[in-house]
């Protein structure tokens, strides 16, 4: 299985960014797919997820402001970021496990760095 993600960049404070993350290979039965990101210095920590039957989780610093979504048909996640803030600032990951536990071993995408400049 292969991750390839994209869509981050450099935007101001208030401003919105759509990542998008396509997952290629044997994908079979309940999978979930989600965004961590990784800030300098800091631990990777859990965004968001979302099954493949459609049920979602967030972390609390940025639920209101995050949305994830997927198509199942183009085994696609994507994150829409809204009212971004300078402490979203981090490099994004994408990843996908089998089963509905995101926090369980799974595949990675390459990093897609998030700037937020204030």
């Known amino acids: 299985v292969q991750l390839q993600a994209s869509g981050g960049g450099l935007v101001q404070a208030g401003g919105s960014l759509r990542l998008s993350c396509a997952a290629s290979?044997?994908?079979?039965?309940?999978?979930?797919m989600g965004w961590y990101r990784q800030a300098p210095g800091t631990q990777r920590e859990l965004v968001a997820g979302?099954?493949?039957?459609?049920?979602?989780s967030y972390a609390d610093s940025v639920k209101g402001r995050f949305t994830i979504a997927r198509d199942n048909t183009k085994n696609t996640v994507y994150l829409q970021m809204n009212s971004l803030k300078p402490e979203d600032t981090a490099v994004y990951y994408c990843?996908?496990?089998?089963?509905?536990?995101?926090?369980?071993?799974?595949?990675w995408g390459q990093g897609t760095l998030v700037t937020v400049s204030s």
């Open positions: 290979g044997s994908i079979a039965g309940i999978n979930t």
């Open positions: 979302i099954t493949s039957g459609g049920s979602t």
């Open positions: 990843k996908l496990v089998l089963g509905r536990r995101i926090g369980a071993d799974g595949y």
